[in-house]
Every structure is written in C-alpha cells, then in structure tokens.
C-alpha cells in the first residue's frame, strides 16, 4: 500500500479527479497531460490465436513434398521396430539362461554407446566432406542387420558386442536426422516439418512392439 493512502486526505490527493478539489493549495497540482493507453483485449482473440498456431503446427502440406513423404515413410518403418531390442532384448537373453542382472546390463550398454555415438556422428555429420544421408542409410541397414543377428546369438558377450553395435549405429537416427531434414526441405519451414516428423515416429513408436509380440 502506498504511504499516502493510509490516511482518507492521503487517498484523496491520490485520485486524479479529487486532487484538486481536495487539496488546500491546488495550485501546486496538476493533472498529467499523458496517459497509458489500455489494451482491451478480447477473450476470443486467444482462441484465435491459438487455432491459427495449430493449423500452422499441422501444416499437412508438407507430404505433397516427395522428399520429405519418402523420409516420413523410413522413419515410420524404422520407429515401428525401433523400440524392439529396448523392449525384447533382456526378454531374449533371460530366456537363454541369463540372470536379469545381466539382462538389464544389455540396455545399459545400449545407452552408454549410445550417448557416445551421438557426439561422434554428429560430428562426423558436420563435415564438409561427408555426405549424411549415405552415413544415415549405412547406419541405419547395419541396425538392422545387428538386431536380425539377436535371435542366433547364446553367448552373452555376442549379445553385449550386438548391443553396443545396435547403441552405435542407431546413433545416427538422433544425430542427422535434422541435418538431412534441413537438406530437405528450407530452414523456415524446418520447425513444422520436424514436429511432423516427430508425429510420425509416435505413431510408429505405438504400433512397433505390440505387432513384435
């Protein structure tokens, strides 16, 4: 509270219209000659707002691009099974005889080759001479090859060698998938394309391990 409207003059002298008449010397006071403008805004001006972000987020037109169609379709198939080897690979080896301990140390090794994949490929992923679309492809026909070889595997060091290769090559799917979209498609429309992309491996995320077993 303002000091001068603890007492009934203080807040009198404190209201633009009674200044004035309230005061003993008005001529000591004047009105200002500049206000704030007030904005009023309407309730339903963020209602609008918000649908036309929405429609800018879904901007389906994106698919009508080959390109960036072709792309969407590899990054469904590929998070359609993506998620198998997280969800099925200490499933796979406790059913070989192995302890859950060393089980769940398989997804550990995932992780951990992982975190150092990303840093290594988008590095590589970075330079002048290389080309990210042909490291994503290598990388990404080697994931598969690498889960296909799971179910032949029974010594558990194959099967850590096979995870921290899984961990490795599917590094590239985070590293250079926003390279390779931008390669795609112009910088400005990057953002709704990505959050698209994004839709897309959801999706795909969804239906992956249920049609897995």
């Given at each position: 509270m303002h000091r001068h409207s603890l007492t009934y003059r203080g807040a009198m002298l404190n209201i633009n219209r009674y200044r004035l008449r309230a005061s003993s010397c008005p001529d000591i006071y004047r009105n200002s000659m500049t206000t704030i403008a007030k904005e009023k805004t309407q309730w339903y001006h963020g209602i609008s707002e918000f649908k036309n972000l929405f429609v800018d987020i879904l901007d389906f037109s994106h698919f009508t691009d080959i390109r960036f169609l072709l792309f969407a379709v590899s990054n469904f198939l590929l998070y359609t099974w993506y998620d198998v080897p997280y969800v099925y690979l200490a499933d796979n080896a406790i059913g070989i005889g192995f302890?859950?301990?060393?089980?769940?140390?398989?997804?550990?090794?995932?992780?951990?080759?992982?975190?150092?994949?990303?840093?290594?490929?988008?590095?590589?992923?970075?330079?002048?001479?290389?080309?990210?679309?042909?490291?994503?492809?290598?990388?990404?026909?080697?994931?598969?090859?690498?889960?296909?070889?799971?179910?032949?595997?029974?010594?558990?060091?194959?099967?850590?060698?096979?995870?921290?290769?899984?961990?490795?090559?599917?590094?590239?799917?985070?590293?250079?998938?926003?390279?390779?979209?931008?390669?795609?498609?112009?910088?400005?429309?990057?953002?709704?394309?990505?959050?698209?992309?994004?839709?897309?491996?959801?999706?795909?995320?969804?239906?992956g391990p249920p049609l897995a077993g």
């Open positions: 302890s859950e301990t060393d089980a769940s140390v398989l997804i550990s090794i995932i992780g951990i080759v992982n975190m150092f994949g990303e840093i290594c490929l988008g590095w590589i992923g970075d330079r002048k001479w290389v080309n990210p679309t042909l490291v994503y492809a290598l990388c990404m026909v080697l994931c598969g090859a690498v889960v296909g070889l799971v179910p032949l595997l029974r010594s558990y060091q194959a099967l850590s060698a096979i995870s921290g290769a899984f961990g490795l090559f599917i590094a590239a799917n985070y590293s250079l998938t926003s390279i390779i979209l931008v390669e795609l498609i112009t910088l400005e429309r990057f953002t709704n394309a990505y959050g698209l992309l994004l839709l897309v491996q959801g999706i795909a995320n969804l239906v």
